[in-house]
T-cell receptor, first 115, second 113 residues
């Protein structure tokens, strides 16, 4: 199909609630990345998956954040007990395989607002 | 810690002006370098990338970037900008022993018609 898709496009939630953000990568891409884009902060790496290998979680800001990737395709980023500082655009990207030489293809992002 | 610095947070130019956006990184090892662009209302997309060979890399839409290893820099240039170049530009670096790509904070470019 087309490019990387993400849902929802916008999410407004109350502080303390859990949220789930979804990413559908490009078919055939084995690597999937999550980033957070906050105003004035650029793109902050969160986590990446490569095939069936253990994910690199080194960018997750706290244990309230987790992600999984089912069947090597769709990924869900979960934020538990959301805080106002979690408000940001969450971007997903996929590439044919992991590796710094690979071009990443980005989705449109999910804009999260925590009230 | 690994870092990427983009010195200009917001740049305003008139059409036909020349552009140079700065990018410096802090890794000591071998790196891959990228510039990504996000046009208003669109997804982030790759503008150009450097892996090896000629340090002067040409990308889409007349953009180019030069890798200067001694300065740990990868500045983006365009001789004559157009109104349609209005966008946010991100420099990114990958240290080859790792699969992560680290992005700078971005530079918002606004071109006056």
């Amino acid at each position: 199909g087309a490019g990387v898709s993400q849902s929802p496009s916008n999410k407004v939630t109350e502080k303390g609630k859990d949220v789930e953000l979804r990413c559908d990568p490009i078919s055939g891409h084995t690597a999937l990345y999550w980033y957070r884009q906050s105003l004035g902060q650029g793109l902050e790496f969160l986590i990446y998956f490569q095939g069936n290998s253990a994910p690199d979680k080194s960018g997750l800001p706290s244990d309230r954040f987790s992600a999984e990737r089912t069947g090597g395709s769709v990924s869900t980023l979960t934020i538990q007990r959301t805080q106002q500082e979690d408000s940001a655009v969450y971007l997903c990207a996929s590439s044919f395989r992991a590796g710094g030489s690979e071009t990443q293809y980005f989705g449109p992002g999910t804009r999260l607002l925590v009230l | 810690a690994q870092s990427v610095s983009q010195h200009n947070h917001h740049v305003i130019l008139s059409e036909a002006a020349s552009l140079e956006l700065g990018c410096n990184y802090s890794y000591g090892g071998t790196v891959n370098l990228f510039w990504y662009v996000q046009y208003p209302g669109q997804h982030l997309q790759l503008l150009l990338k450097y892996f090896s060979g000629d340090p002067l890399v040409k990308g889409i839409k007349g953009f180019e970037a030069e890798f200067i290893k001694s300065k740990f820099s990868f500045n983006l240039r365009k001789p004559s900008v157009q109104w349609s170049d209005t966008a946010e530009y991100f420099c990114a670096v990958n240290e080859r022993r790792d699969d992560k790509i680290i992005f700078g904070k971005g530079t918002r470019l606004h071109i006056l018609p």
